[in-house]
């Protein structure tokens, strides 16, 4: 373990940008929104912005990106097809435990099956992740009811938490290893190991007085959505809300699902396009010729929250699928997030309860 | 930072966003959390806007009509061959329609209305789509003096009751939707008239499924609730309004024994209801002022219930028509009317006219003109210009095919280019800075996010190229300078300027030196002289029953077909969702309930022939307990259906929403 | 991970002879253009491709050739947009194939088994792959029946290939047509109708069934009526596929993804996914 003064953790950004497009969380300045994404800058990433709107599968698996190209002349056959080309090696500063957790499940489920995923690996390999402890929760987050914060255990090449003067500096890999020492950081002590310990506690104490907006008893309502042993009835209240914008997918850290289609341009090339897809609309699991196996909202919405919290789809993330991030309970235009969805079955709430 | 703030620019709800640009090109979109409006949410369109702005499918050159085909030809040569052919057309006043587009930006429109009067002396500037839009803006400016939304989105979370009439609102402006079920959820009162139980209607506390074309009957029967009851706003009556013998008169012919018989509600939901609006500190309303909105009698009984409730003219209260364009409020806003200029300016008013003379520099025509839609009909028109592709021009393609000379212009390739003479190519709205106006008098500016195609100009360029080959000498160095043009003109936008848009949110109307920073609302302190009640009919009769034609058929619109799919075919998602549709019901459908298909003997997607006093039509039935018995829904959802079987009931279609037509359903 | 292939891009084949089987669908054989990816794709009875038809887009479609001595081809039905660019092509067009992918048909686990298909309209487009290589090997197996109907004469699949089986001995074909027909010499009725007809055996035997939801499930009632065990009785599913690979997701039933983990499941295993057909 190492340490580096605060004042100049951004060294390490400077020091990743010689080798990798460095990826961090940035402040819009307009919108006053922060993002997960390429940094114009490494003096722009901002270690204290709020929790990204955007996760950071934008940065392993864009909302729309260019998986192949071809282009086919039908009077000479000839086909040209060229597959894209790798992406320069990405590295991702500051990222929060819980977004590292849904890069897990993103990687365990687009690398560990049985199939690899050619696309996702030209982003994800040669990657170099910094995380970022939270010091203290948001009012959205829960990841401490998903087990995902507020501290990375693993999976990270460096994982910074801020204990004061200084920022102590974990090492998970040989990569983050070599660069530390090229650096030639200081090597940390036991007490601030010790002091990282507090840090930690003192976050999750925090949760009850700041984490307000959002609780998941995730662990009383796992086994009853994978035995399914949920009334109907509360499918529905859930059905009925949901607005069918998809935005609940598009925002979750671990949710995968995409789309491709082929867009044909002016100059008779074609791009196919895979974009980020949700189980929530109807057309989703349309098959040509007038056939659809899941129609009702309430069946699709379901569809979701079994992946994220069955034990089955858990066997495959090697974790919950949801990480307690709560960007899903912000951006449903009903009143459907996550957290809300883990309330209503828990307690079988069929229908509104007006001032509770 | 590859995200740049921005709006949404599908419905007029005026949605925050940012859009991804990577390489030159939008390649994503994500809602703005601190949006005041959307909060971090956006639609199932919204969140697919990049699809659209990323198409390549656009017009890349001006072109020209030779022997019939259209050729490529420089800006120069387009604007130079439409300035003549214009310009030759003797009797503009009768002869030439401008046709704008309510997706063009405030500053475009201005100056698209400012070529049509000051260059080519024409009143005759207009857009059809949503027309519903202008009837309430009638009503609120009669009763009010403002032309615009009396409350603010923002404050929909302070609204204890909340009604909502007619309108599919979680799926024409979802975010509105979400806003009043988020209201809902804590604590207000959600009131839905509507004779289809649609999503919000579920989601409302209380759902008066009336039958299809008694709204007003069941608004009157409410506000004679309130009148007689005693349990209307005296004290806010005295004090702010005029007129209300006048409203109470009319109501005196409403039977209170006819009512249910008329509605199919019953005289306790009634006075239930009734109750929950007296009760309440602050209520809104809401309505769509879309294609299928209400016409101008029914809105006026919605004002006139929430004036004599005392819900209007305060924090939290409000009577709320929902633009379905992202500027359709905007465009009013900018006089694209035959009788208006800016800011509901009459064009009759000498005083204004004067003004805009003065400020043009030229004389504007005196009479009021038509709009281009009725000069169509009539074929009295010789020359078309066209912004965009307005969604209900497939209504009169043969018109426009006979005419002398159709001047296109837009961004994307499509099949209005077949019926013009000139194309011009003007940038998409990410292309140019401009301002939008959303529903909610929000006026909010979007900047320039990319470069434009190449060669492409804004349509505020182009205007103005085209404004000097005619021989007018404008001198805009940006849309900022047209916004201040347009602010020394308009009351309302008085205290605009481009400075004022720090961060996001925009800036509501009103905004004058009384509010330098904007308006949320309509204060009742600001009516000049007092607020009126509006005057309306009163006629009670209800739908009559009809042996022949047992059904009383409803129009409306259909979950993902918004803007006659002429935008939505560029996107893949929602256009999928769309096609999820269109593989159930090929040749779209009618919606009726399981009773009525049980004794019609159809199952659903089962092909049935609806037959009307006008025409007939063969369509697949969906069968939902959604619609009430003897009662049928058919949403304009593919073209055809539109085209050949509506456009029969034109004048029928022309009462908006409630319009009904009696039919009878065969099975084939 | 180390041995992943790229499973993206799809490879180049000519479609050599187009040949029209029913009103909407037609076979179409195919010849990959790099010899060296011919020689190396080898398929299971029972899994499927995805096809790229350039500028239109890509599907799934099952196999129907057999793994053996069978010549690579494909047969669709027009019912989406791309399926129906591809039948606008001409013989000398080129298409994308990326796989086989998916489970397949249990072959050698079946051996000394009673194997019996029954197939509704376009079902025995995916069981086509198995009867003949059932067929090639029919000495390995105990009584082999196929009962397959279609709504007229004119809907069966495969004419060419069920006269054909008819000949082999110990084959025992039926097919039959909703409503009784000119010139039709073979049964009337709904292919449930044959599995009584056929006295179809339910022990130590094996159903493969695929075909429209209504004659699937009707033919399932009468199998498990006569005795057969569900996990006897096998089918495949058709979803809505976007990459074949078990990523896009848009295939998932429940716990399972048709494209890895199926498209070839146990009436046993279909009966748990609580999903439609």
């Not at chain 3, 060296?36 to 050739?65: H, Y």
């Not at chain 3, 089918?235 to 498209?263: F, Y």
Request: proline share 5%; hydrophobic share 35%.
């Amino acid at each position: 373990m190492f340490l580096i003064k605060k004042n100049e953790v951004l060294k390490l950004a400077q020091e990743l940008e010689k080798s990798y497009a460095v990826y961090g969380p940035v402040v819009e300045k307009e919108s006053g929104q922060a993002f997960l994404t390429k940094v114009d800058s490494v003096n722009d990433i901002d270690l204290n912005a709020p929790i990204p709107a955007l996760p950071p599968k934008s940065v392993v698996f864009p909302q729309i990106e260019k998986i192949l190209g071809y282009k086919y002349d039908r009077n000479s056959k000839n086909v040209d097809i060229k597959m894209v080309v790798v992406p320069q090696a990405k590295a991702i500063f500051g990222l929060r435990s819980c977004d590292l957790a849904g890069i897990q499940c993103l990687d365990r489920f687009f690398l560990g099956q049985e199939f690899v995923d050619d696309v996702y690996l030209l982003h994800r390999k040669q990657m170099f992740i910094v995380t970022n402890t939270c010091t203290k929760p948001f009012a959205q987050c829960f990841c401490a009811c998903t087990d995902s914060g507020p501290s990375a255990k693993e999976g990270y090449d460096l994982n910074l938490t801020d204990i004061g003067d200084s920022y102590l500096i974990e090492v998970g890999s040989d990569k983050g290893k070599e660069l530390c020492e090229k650096m030639g950081l200081q090597k940390s002590e036991a007490a601030h190991a010790a002091e990282k310990v507090k840090v930690v506690d003192k976050s999750l104490d925090s949760f009850e007085k700041e984490a307000v907006e959002n609780k998941a008893w995730i662990s009383r309502v796992m086994n009853r959505i994978t035995t399914g042993f949920i009334k109907p009835q509360v499918w529905e209240f859930i059905g009925d809300q949901c607005f069918e914008c998809g935005a609940c997918s598009f925002v979750c850290p671990s949710c995968s699902c995409f789309n491709i289609e082929d867009f044909n341009k002016p100059d008779t090339a074609v791009d196919r396009m895979r974009e980020w897809d949700s189980c929530s609309f109807e057309g989703y699991t349309r098959m040509a010729g007038d056939h659809n196996p899941r129609k009702p909202i309430e069946d699709r919405r379901n569809k979701r929250f079994f992946c994220k919290l069955s034990y089955s789809q858990s066997k495959k993330y090697l974790r919950p699928g949801c990480v307690g991030c709560g960007r899903c309970a912000w951006v449903c235009p009903g009143d459907i997030g996550l957290p809300n969805v883990v309330t209503y079955v828990r307690r079988e709430i069929t229908e509104r309860e007006i001032n509770e | 930072m590859n995200y740049k703030a921005g709006i949404c620019n599908f419905c007029g709800t005026g949605c925050g966003h940012l859009l991804n640009v990577e390489d030159g090109k939008i390649s994503g979109v994500f809602p703005s959390r601190n949006h005041p409006v959307s909060k971090g949410r956006l639609c199932v369109r919204g969140w697919h806007i990049h699809e659209l702005i990323r198409t390549d499918d656009r017009l890349t050159t001006p072109l020209i009509r030779k022997n019939g085909k259209l050729e490529s030809a420089s800006y120069d040569e387009a604007v130079s061959f439409a300035v003549e052919k214009l310009k030759g057309i003797k009797k503009p006043s009768e002869e030439l329609g401008f046709l704008a587009s309510p997706r063009s930006s405030n500053e475009e429109n201005y100056l698209f209305m400012k070529l049509a009067r000051s260059v080519f002396k024409t009143n005759n500037v207009s857009i059809q789509s949503e027309s519903g839009q202008r009837e309430s803006l009638n009503v609120l400016y009669k009763g009010t003096g403002m032309a615009g939304m009396l409350g603010s989105i923002e404050e929909i979370k302070k609204a204890e009751f909340i009604l909502v009439v007619g309108t599919d609102i979680t799926k024409q402006n979802p975010i509105i939707g979400s806003e009043i079920h988020m209201a809902a959820m804590n604590g207000s009162t959600v009131v839905t008239i509507c004779s289809r139980k649609s999503q919000i209607a579920k989601l409302s506390d209380i759902h008066l499924q009336c039958k299809p074309g008694s709204k007003k009957i069941l608004l009157a029967a409410m506000a004679k609730g309130l009148i007689e009851k005693n349990l209307h706003d005296a004290d806010f009556v005295q004090k702010y309004t005029e007129g209300f013998e006048g409203f109470a008169n009319s109501l005196g012919s409403l039977n209170d024994g006819d009512i249910e018989s008329l509605t199919g509600v019953s005289a306790q939901q009634i006075a239930a209801v009734v109750k929950n609006l007296s009760e309440a500190k602050t209520a809104m309303a809401f309505f769509s002022s879309g294609i299928s909105g209400l016409d101008e009698d029914t809105i006026s009984y919605i004002y006139n219930l929430f004036v004599v409730a005392g819900k209007i003219g305060k924090e939290g209260c409000g009577v709320n028509p929902i633009a379905g364009i992202a500027n359709l409020q905007g465009t009013y806003d900018m006089g694209v009317a035959p009788d208006l200029l800016t800011g509901f300016q009459s064009i009759k008013d000498a005083e204004t006219a004067k003004k805009f003379g003065k400020a043009w520099g030229a004389d504007l025509p005196v009479e009021n003109g038509k709009d281009v839609y009725d000069l169509l009909a009539a074929k009295k028109l010789k020359g078309l210009v066209v912004v965009d592709h307005d969604e209900l021009i497939v209504r009169q393609q043969k018109a426009i095919d006979d005419l002398d000379f159709v001047v296109y212009f837009g961004a994307f390739n499509n099949p209005f280019t077949e019926l013009a003479d000139v194309v011009i190519p003007i940038g998409t709205y990410v292309e140019s800075d401009g301002t939008f106006t959303s529903t909610d008098r929000r006026i909010q500016l979007s900047h320039r996010k990319v470069e434009p195609v190449k060669g492409i100009q804004a349509g505020w360029q182009v205007y103005s190229m085209v404004a000097a080959k005619a021989g007018a000498k404008w001198n805009y160095d940006s849309p900022a300078a047209v916004m201040a043009e347009i602010a020394s003109l308009t009351p309302n936008y008085s205290g605009v300027k481009y400075d004022k848009f720090k961060g996001i949110g925009g800036i509501q109307w009103p905004c004058n030196d009384k509010y330098p920073q904007g308006c949320p609302r309509f204060n009742a302190g600001d009516a000049k002289g007092k607020i009126k009640f509006v005057s309306v009919s009163a006629n009670f009769k209800g739908a009559e029953k009809n042996t022949e034609f047992p059904y009383l058929m409803m129009t409306g619109k259909a979950q993902h077909f918004w803007h006659q799919n002429n935008l939505m075919r560029r996107t893949f998602i929602p256009m999928r969702e769309y096609n999820a549709t269109l593989l159930l019901y090929p040749k779209g459908y009618v919606e009726i309930s399981p009773e009525d298909a049980k004794s019609i003997q159809v199952r659903d997607k089962w092909p049935v022939k609806v037959v009307s006093p006008y025409g007939s039509m063969k369509v697949t039935v969906k069968v939902t307990p959604d619609v009430k018995s003897e009662s049928a829904y058919v949403p304009y959802f593919i073209r055809d259906m539109i085209s050949e079987f509506l456009m029969e009931h034109k004048e029928l279609l022309e009462q908006g929403e409630d319009a009904i037509i009696p039919v009878r359903i065969e099975k084939v | 991970m180390s041995e992943y292939k790229v499973i993206t891009v799809p490879e180049v084949a000519v479609i050599k002879e187009i040949k029209k089987e029913i009103e909407d669908t037609s076979t179409f054989y195919l010849e990959f253009e790099n010899p060296e990816v011919a020689k190396n794709f080898k398929i299971k009875s029972g899994q499927f491709i995805m096809c790229t038809i350039f500028g239109a887009g890509e599907f799934a479609v099952s196999l129907p050739p057999s793994p053996e001595n069978d010549r690579f081809h494909i047969s669709v039905r027009a019912a989406g947009k791309v399926t129906k660019v591809l039948h606008s092509l001409q013989p000398g067009d080129k298409v994308g194939i990326r796989g086989p992918f998916g489970n397949g048909f249990p072959f050698d686990e079946i051996k000394g088994k009673n194997v019996i298909y029954v197939a509704g309209g376009i079902g025995i487009i995916p069981l086509r792959s198995s009867i003949v290589h059932v067929l090639q090997h029919r000495n390995e197996f105990g009584r082999v029946i196929v009962l397959y109907g279609a709504r007229t004469p004119q809907d069966l699949m495969y004419n060419y290939n069920i006269d054909e089986w008819r000949k082999i001995e110990g084959v025992e074909i039926y097919t039959t047509i909703d409503s009784p027909a000119p010139g039709w010499k073979y049964e009337v009725g709904f292919v449930n109708t044959l599995v009584e007809k056929a006295k179809v055996p339910v022990d130590n035997s094996v159903a493969f069934v695929c075909g429209p939801p209504i004659m699937f499930n009707s033919v399932i009632k009468d199998l498990v009526n006569r005795g057969m065990r569900e996990e006897n009785i096998i089918s495949t599913l058709e979803r809505h596929m976007k990459c074949g690979i078990g990523k896009c997701q848009h295939c998932a039933i429940g716990r399972t993804l048709v494209c890895t983990d199926g498209p070839v499941y146990t009436y046993k295993q279909i009966k748990t996914l609580g999903e439609q057909i």
